[in-house]
Every structure is written in C-alpha cells, then in structure tokens.
C-alpha cells in the first residue's frame, strides 16, 4: 500500500470506531440492545487498533496476521449490525452507512491479505 492510502485506511478505520462508539450511545437501554452493544462496540473499536499494529508490523507474516484480525473484526462487527436490524432494536435505514463502511473495510482487508500473501509466495 501506498503511503496517502495507509494514513487513509488509519484514518478510516478510526472514524469507523467512533461511530460505532456513537452508535452504542444512542442503543436503548434494553438489556438484549446493550447486550449487542457491548459486542458491537468491542468488535467495531478492534478494528483500527489492529491495523495500527498491522502497520507496525515488523515483519510480512505479522503484517498478515493483524490484517486478519482487521478482517475477523470487522466481520464480526457485520454480523452484529445485521442482529440489531433483525431483532427489531435499530432501523436498518439507520445503520445502512456502518454496514456499507464495514463491506468496504471487509474488501479492502481481503485485498491487503490477497496481495501480501502473494508477495510472501
């Protein structure tokens, strides 16, 4: 990856977690919302500090690694948005901006691991 995109997708994935902390500030307070929540938020905030590490990586298959844990967060962070339209907690026209960002992050993830493994073989 380019420079002006790693500082990008570092920026991105940032503003992604600070939705996703906005999104569990406005969950009503019922105990399976929260519940949701509290794995949303965990999920959603995981995928930014891992790639910070992943652009840190010190070496090809460390690199890989945490942009497979970026991937496995933001999946997870998919499956949790796709419960709180399901169970009826959130409107699906509420969060279609977070799962459009998070299809993308998934994409540009499987891309970045696609392409690294590729230069590891």
């Known amino acids: 990856m ?6 990008d997708l570092r920026i991105r994935t940032k503003k992604f977690a600070l939705r996703i902390i906005r999104l569990y500030s406005s969950l009503p307070k019922q105990t399976e919302a929260q519940v949701i929540g ?3 938020i965990r999920s959603g905030t995981s995928v930014g500090a891992n790639y910070r590490e992943a652009f840190r990586a010190r070496s090809k298959a460390e690199f890989i690694a945490k942009v497979g844990e970026c991937l496995k967060e933001v999946e997870e962070t998919s499956y949790w948005l796709e419960l709180l339209i399901e169970a009826g907690v959130v409107p699906a026209k509420k969060l279609q901006g977070l799962i459009e960002e ?9 891309t970045s ?3 690294a493994k590729r230069k590891t073989a």
């Open 2 to 7: 380019e420079n002006d995109e790693v500082a």
């Open 38 to 40: 509290r794995q949303i």
């Open 113 to 115: 691991l696609i392409n």
């Open 102 to 110: 998070s299809s993308e992050l998934t994409a540009i993830f499987v």
